[in-house]
């Protein structure tokens, strides 16, 4: 990411987070999801960080870098407040977290148990209510608990030709090789964090994300929804549906675009963040 200070390094309960962390102004976190890093938003951030500070982790999920210490708890709850523990770490407040796919669960779960540092919420697709994971998708949830499926799952990901089309499904533009590289290797060079993402994996369950919306009603600061229109895995309706649950929820439709709203419209994407915020740019 252009201008970034690479890469600043947090300690929590949990091990190490690494992230990056560009520009100034009012503060945005961007939270990942699952099989994924920071590098996700590479295509957001830099006009975003022309106006604001973009603060950018790298979450145990599978595409880190640097493994967790072998107590950490990783469950969805463990995540969550180990996000909030990184917040208090870098003493920021006022902050407005964005966040994809299973990091928006993560989200969700995170301002549920503690919303004293956060200011506003921006989700694209992500997981929400019953959909954590989507039905298609819990097969992940119970496979790594055999053993050495996460070794065999991490090999079949070596070649290109299995990467690229994984990566279709959720993005219609699909990331450069070396974008991928930093997604894939991680779990295939190291055991520790296919034991960090496996305990993620077969902890995931929908009472999660069921228990985060009861505090939905309750959060009064600003709400942003950006929908892919064109994904495969979140439906529409849950869009809808999330911002609805808020009582200053917005929604906001996104054409050509599936679940990696960051990957296939980034500009937009950027633009409808800093007007939400107050900083308009063109998209």
């Known amino acids: 990411m252009n201008g970034s200070r690479e890469f600043g390094t947090v300690e929590v309960r949990a091990g190490t987070i690494r992230y990056r962390d560009t520009g100034t102004g009012p503060v945005l976190v961007f939270v990942h999801g699952v099989f994924v890093n920071g590098l996700l938003w590479r295509n957001v951030v830099p006009e975003l960080s022309k106006h604001f500070r973009c603060i950018v982790p790298d979450l145990p999920l599978g595409a880190h870098a640097i493994a967790m210490k072998p107590d950490a708890d990783l469950r969805p709850s463990g995540v969550a407040d180990m996000l909030l523990e990184f917040l208090e770490a870098l003493g920021v407040s006022d902050v407005t977290l964005v966040g994809n796919d299973t990091g928006g669960a993560i989200v969700q779960i995170a301002i549920a148990k503690d919303a004293t540092r ?66 894939f290797e991680p779990a295939i060079a190291q055991a520790a964090i296919r034991r960090d993402v496996r305990k993620f994996l077969t902890s995931v369950s929908k009472r999660y994300t069921l228990e985060a919306a009861k505090s939905f009603a309750a959060f009064e600061k600003p709400v942003l929804v950006v929908w892919g229109q064109n994904d495969f895995f979140f439906p529409r309706s849950d869009g809808e549906r999330l911002a609805k649950s808020f009582p200053h929820g917005r929604l906001e439709r996104v054409a050509d675009s599936r679940a990696f709203v960051p990957e296939d419209q980034p500009a937009k994407l950027a633009a409808l963040i800093a007007e939400f915020v107050g900083t308009p740019i063109a998209a």
Not at 137 to 154: E, H, Q
Request: glycine content about 4%.
């Open 118 to 183: 956060v200011g506003r919420l921006v989700f694209t697709n992500c997981d929400t209510f019953e959909n954590f994971f989507v039905p298609v998708v819990m097969p992940f949830v119970y496979l790594p608990r055999i053993p050495g499926f996460t070794w065999l799952y991490a090999q079949f990901t070596r070649p290109n030709w299995v990467r690229r089309p994984f990566a279709g499904t959720l993005a219609k533009r699909i990331p450069d090789d070396w974008v991928l590289a930093s997604w």
